[in-house]
């Protein structure tokens, strides 16, 4: 797909996508529901884009009809980073977007999300439903008027385009980058002029040298988005983003107007849209990637080990830092920094055990 197919052509495709164009007046007088889906990415724009469309369009199959779900790319009905108060205020019914954008109206938003040198996908996931998370962002959501839901993974992105090589941590200093989150926060204190930008933003302004680096998702993302055409240097691993978690968060009082059954209508496509989309970036990821580096000539870059360690320990120290911002905040910190602990101990025996006994030299197949 090309990027211009979704960026500059969203509005058009996405009419007839969001399988929910607006009902006859009557409509309203037999009980049917029209919500408004105002996502902070362009329309169809894969992954993210397109998640939030199925998630419209599952809703409206599933109720038989009985709620239709019109979906907003990023701009059309409200700014991308406006979603959050435009659900708030009931502009918008719902949005599709991730919390780590609104860390200015509290930074225990960053936590369900993702962190720098945090959990994975897998990991977060299950703080989230069987560590607490999900109580404790509801809490919070609670205080704006929003209920919130995983919508998708990620998995582990990837750590950004440069427009030349960094191999020292003083390279970080004086770039102009785009990273939103605790991630943009660690580079701030290496020296980095943070920006953050919605995704239609970012290829412009690295292309006019606005920005010096950028960081998007990873290889099925940043090949629709053309990033490949400006510079070729493409750097792992994500450390700032280790399992970065999107959202689609409910205007509260619309959500606690619902009946039993539309509540579990609602919650149910939710989940099952995180198992699908977390399988689908880790697939479309690996195609993209061989595209990238055979066809359009990419250099991969492994960040060396020394700066992936000093990071970390800025990292750690930004953390505590934001962890201690104020009560509430401090109890998601403590809530997740145990849970992190935990799961570090397992994943050595479990799932890094097994990635490393893979990794063998013994003849397969």
């Given at each position: ?160 385009w440069y427009r030349k090589p960094i191999d020292k941590l003083d390279d970080f200093k004086g770039l102009k980058?785009?990273?939103p989150g605790i991630g943009g926060e660690v580079l701030r204190a290496l020296g980095v002029t943070v920006v ?170």
């Amino acid at each position: 797909m090309k990027r211009r197919n979704f960026v500059k052509g969203a509005a058009t495709a996405g009419v007839a996508a969001a399988a929910a164009s607006a009902l006859p007046a009557p409509a309203i007088s037999q009980g049917l529901k029209q919500w408004k889906l105002a996502m902070s990415w362009p329309l169809n724009s894969p992954g993210l884009g397109t998640s939030g469309q199925r998630i419209a369009k599952r809703i409206s199959q599933l109720s038989g009809g009985k709620i239709t779900v019109k979906v907003y790319g990023g701009g059309e009905l409200v700014p991308a980073f406006g979603v959050f108060d435009a659900v708030g205020a009931g502009d918008a019914d719902m949005y599709h977007s991730a919390e780590y954008y609104w860390q200015g109206k509290h930074k225990a938003f960053n936590y369900f999300t993702a962190v720098p040198y945090g959990l994975t996908g897998t990991e977060h996931a299950a703080w989230m439903n069987y560590g607490g998370g999900q109580e404790l962002w509801d809490e919070l959501s609670a205080q704006f008027g929003l209920k919130g839901f995983l919508a998708s993974s990620t998995g582990t992105q990837m750590g950004g385009w440069y427009r030349k090589p960094i191999d020292k941590l003083d390279d970080f200093k004086g770039l102009k980058f785009r990273m939103p989150g605790i991630g943009g926060e660690v580079l701030r204190a290496l020296g980095v002029t943070v920006v953050n930008l919605p995704v239609a933003e970012i290829y412009p302004a690295l292309a006019s040298g606005a920005i010096d680096a950028a960081e998007w998702v990873g290889p099925w993302h940043d090949l629709a988005f053309g990033f490949h055409k400006i510079t070729k240097h493409y750097y792992y691993p994500g450390f700032h983003e280790p399992g970065t978690t999107s959202s689609c968060v409910m205007n509260k009082k619309l959500w606690d107007s619902l009946t039993k059954d539309e509540q579990l209508l609602v919650k149910t496509v939710m989940e099952a849209e995180s198992y699908i989309q977390f399988a689908e970036f880790n697939a479309r990821n690996l195609g993209s990637l061989n595209v990238l580096l055979n066809k359009h000539g990419v250099k991969l870059h492994q960040y060396p080990q020394d700066m992936l360690i000093n990071i970390g320990k800025v990292a750690g120290t930004v953390m505590n830092e934001i962890g201690n911002t104020d009560a509430f905040t401090k109890r998601v910190h403590e809530s997740f920094m145990t849970y992190r602990k935990q799961a570090i101990a397992w994943a050595k025996i479990g799932e890094q055990g097994y990635m490393n006994a893979r990794l063998l030299p013994f003849k397969y197949g």
